[in-house]
């Protein structure tokens, strides 16, 4: 199983490019981590068992009222491919499952 994110700015109108994020175990095991690119994506994150993960983006450089955003998702079937996209905004966020 893969899983993916993308980061847009919805003040800017456009990807959010530079955010650290953390993929981890709810334990808080960390399963890997990494930074967006030009196109606000990061991709290709394996995760090879069923259970809750979360997806922790260091926000700090576009909402001072939330320095990081946490999203805690449940992966039932580990071989589906999960992609969880954040659309962030200086005072607000959204997420949902994409595809």
Aim: proline content about 5%; glycine content about 12%.
């Amino acid at each position: 199983m893969t899983i993916s994110t993308h980061v847009l700015d919805a003040q800017r109108g456009g990807p959010a490019t530079g955010i650290a994020v953390r993929l981890e175990r709810a334990d808080g095991t960390l399963v890997s981590s990494g930074e967006t690119g030009a196109d606000g994506r990061i991709t290709g994150w394996d995760a090879t068992e069923a259970g809750v993960y979360r997806l922790v983006f260091d926000t700090g450089a576009i909402s001072s009222f939330f320095p990081e955003v946490v999203l805690a998702f449940r992966v039932a079937d580990p071989a589906e491919h999960h992609h969880v996209p954040l659309l962030l905004s200086p005072f607000a966020y959204s997420t949902y499952r994409g595809s």
